[in-house]
């Protein structure tokens, strides 16, 4: 009886080591696609969720991949903390053993965050982005017709075509805010797409900047 449970006990530690070996294997050769389709200089950090891992690789199904891909540049705009997950991933064993292109994820999200230094570097002349990181405010003095005008306002964070828009509301200070608001709203353009083709979906002030959330459907991830 002794021996049996001695020989379970090493079989366990055998097959949870080479659950470790396969997984680190399969997480490189998925990092490599995944710097491939984002067009990075080297592979992202790749965890894939989930024990037993062998049983995952065995069905070809992998529930959530999870990937850290740092700091990137969205069409001139440094994004920080990109990172995201992708759901429902079909990778068969054979194929990623041998290179091949047939893996597909069923959803990818992505997130990160636009540093106040992005915000500040797209605000319009003479105008101080400010906020305690639920809201974002706006003051400063900018150029109507011949006159300098002083205002404070708050700034409403919304997704538009091309980017992220920062709209000004609550203005305060001025006889005409509507026309104000155009002068000292702007967006921070997206002049590029995003790794996998995601599309920007939500925004929210953090404490660090703009985070933002975005996904897509369908996603190859090829080498």
């Excluded at 068969?92 to 053993?97: E, G, R, T």
């Excluded at 509507?178 to 404490?207: M, R």
Aim: neutral net charge; without cysteine.
């Amino acid at each position: 009886m002794r021996k049996l449970i001695v020989f379970l006990i090493v079989l366990i530690v055998l097959l949870v080591a080479v659950d470790r070996v396969a997984v680190a294997g399969v997480e490189r050769d998925l990092g490599n696609r995944i710097a491939a389709a984002a067009d990075l200089s080297g592979p992202p950090t790749v965890s894939i969720e989930g024990i037993p891992f062998l049983t995952q690789a065995a069905s070809g199904h992998y529930p959530e991949v999870r990937f850290d891909l740092g700091t990137f540049n969205y069409g001139g705009v440094p994004v920080k903390n990109l990172r995201g997950a992708a759901y429902d991933v079909t990778a068969p064993l054979a194929d990623v053993l041998q290179n091949r292109a047939n893996i597909e994820a069923r959803r990818v999200t992505i997130s990160g965050t636009l540093t106040r230094a992005t915000i500040d570097k797209y605000a319009p002349e003479g105008v101080k982005i400010g906020g305690n990181g639920r809201r974002l405010t706006a003051s400063g003095e900018v150029t109507m017709g011949v006159n300098k005008v002083k205002f404070d306002a708050e700034m409403r964070i919304e997704v538009a075509d091309g980017g992220i828009k920062l709209q000004a509301e609550k203005i305060q200070g001025v006889p005409v805010p509507g026309q104000l608001a155009q002068l000292i709203s702007y967006t921070i353009p997206f002049k590029g797409n995003l790794p996998f083709d995601v599309k920007v979906t939500g925004v929210k002030s953090v404490a660090e900047g703009l985070e933002f959330s975005a996904e897509a459907s369908d996603v190859p991830i090829r080498g």
